[in-house]
């Protein structure tokens, strides 16, 4: 599946699933910092199908509301889908975005 699975489980067995994702390497517990998301130069030799920094093919797209745009939508009471779409590899844990030159 593209951009993973969503799992759902009962709030009594929350703690023993995060054990078992923790085990299984699904969740890097070492990894509590703030994300960071780089920003890539998208040409026409890039290949959006692979990581640009382990060249994995085993990643998946995120869209993630812009506070601005959450704001916004907030105090027009309207929601319309702009979303900032970014990458994450799930081999080497790093995450981009492209940007056109």
Excluded at 41 to 69: A, H, M, Y
Aim: net charge negative; with cysteine; charged share 30%.
């Amino acid at each position: 599946a593209i951009g993973g699975v969503k799992l759902q489980v009962k709030e009594s067995d929350f703690e023993e699933g995060l054990d078992i994702l923790k085990k299984g390497g699904y969740i890097n517990s070492e990894n509590t910092e703030e994300i960071h998301i780089e920003t890539i130069l998208l040409d026409d030799t890039s290949d959006k199908n692979r990581c640009p920094f382990c060249q994995s093919e085993n990643i998946g797209k995120r869209k993630e509301p812009n506070i601005l745009t959450v704001t916004v939508c907030f105090i027009l009471g309207a929601m319309f889908p702009i979303f900032k779409e970014s990458y994450q590899c799930f081999d080497c844990d790093k995450r981009w975005r492209f940007s056109k030159k």
